[in-house]
T-cell receptor
Framework: GENVEQHPSTLSVQEGDSAVIKCTYS??????FPWYKQELGKRPQLIID?????GEKKDQRIAVTLNKTAKHFSLHITETQPEDSAVYFC??????????FGSGTRLQVQP | GAVVSQHPSWVICKSGTSVKIECRSL??????MFWYRQFPKQSLMLMAT?????????EQGVEKDKFLINHASLTLSTLTVTSAHPEDSSFYIC????????????FGQGTRLTVV
């Protein structure tokens, strides 16, 4: 199966600063790399994803970078806002089985 | 995006009773749905894969006789927690994808189960 490690487990930043969360995976067959945001008591929601034929993808303040050789991908949030406070999960996907989620990163954006 | 609806959103039950949780794909057909359990401040842990028209596949350590899964139609999967105990108290959440593996997963709202 897939071993997924996510760092850091908690991250506190000042509003306006950048935040970076890293996800390392083990299965080289992974070809889809999503990041999910989960607010307290709510369902996870996809915020950005990338496929293995692309190295970077950006959507406004959010970006994801992928290093397939090193088997890791990262979530980048710039100009953080209080509403970015949530738990973020990576879930590298081979397309052949259920998702294996990272352990999660609790992001706190201080106003 | 696609909509997955889960019901109930919360339930309190007495020890020894059973609770049924429903997961519906509202605007697409899902031959496969997944059931996860999430304890406070932890990640989502896969419990089982629900396959329409066939038996569910359970993850190691998940008791299939305790967590009964039925996927009788392409839009509905149910999870029944039988003979619930306080340690079964958790956040249960289902998911499905329109395009199958390798595509965006859509999650139900989750069900917070409290066993007293």
């Amino acid at each position: 199966g897939e071993n997924v490690e996510q760092h850091p487990s908690t991250l506190s930043v000042q509003e306006g600063d950048s935040a970076v969360i890293k996800c390392t995976y083990s299965d080289s067959a992974s070809n889809y790399f999503p990041w999910y945001k989960q607010e307290l008591g709510k369902r996870p929601q996809l915020i950005i994803d990338i496929r293995s034929n692309v190295g970077e993808k950006k959507d406004q303040r959010i970006a994801v970078t992928l290093n397939k050789t090193a088997k890791h991908f990262s979530l980048h949030i710039t100009e953080t806002q209080p509403e970015d406070s949530a738990v973020y999960f990576c879930a590298p996907d081979t397309g052949r089985r259920a998702l294996t989620f990272g352990s999660g990163t609790r992001l706190q954006v201080q106003p | 995006g696609a909509v997955v609806s889960q019901h109930p959103s919360w339930v309190i039950c007495k020890s020894g009773t059973s609770v049924k949780i429903e997961c519906r794909s509202l605007d697409f057909q899902a031959t496969t749905m997944f059931w996860y359990r999430q304890f406070p401040k932890q990640s989502l842990m896969l419990m089982a894969t629900s396959n329409e028209g066939s038996k569910a596949t359970y993850e190691q350590g998940v008791e299939k006789d305790k967590f009964l899964i039925n996927h009788a139609s392409l839009t509905l999967s149910t999870l029944t927690v039988t003979s619930a105990h306080p340690e079964d108290s958790s956040f249960y959440i289902c998911s499905a994808s329109i395009g199958g593996g390798g595509t965006e997963a859509f999650f139900g709202q989750g069900t917070r189960l409290t066993v007293v």
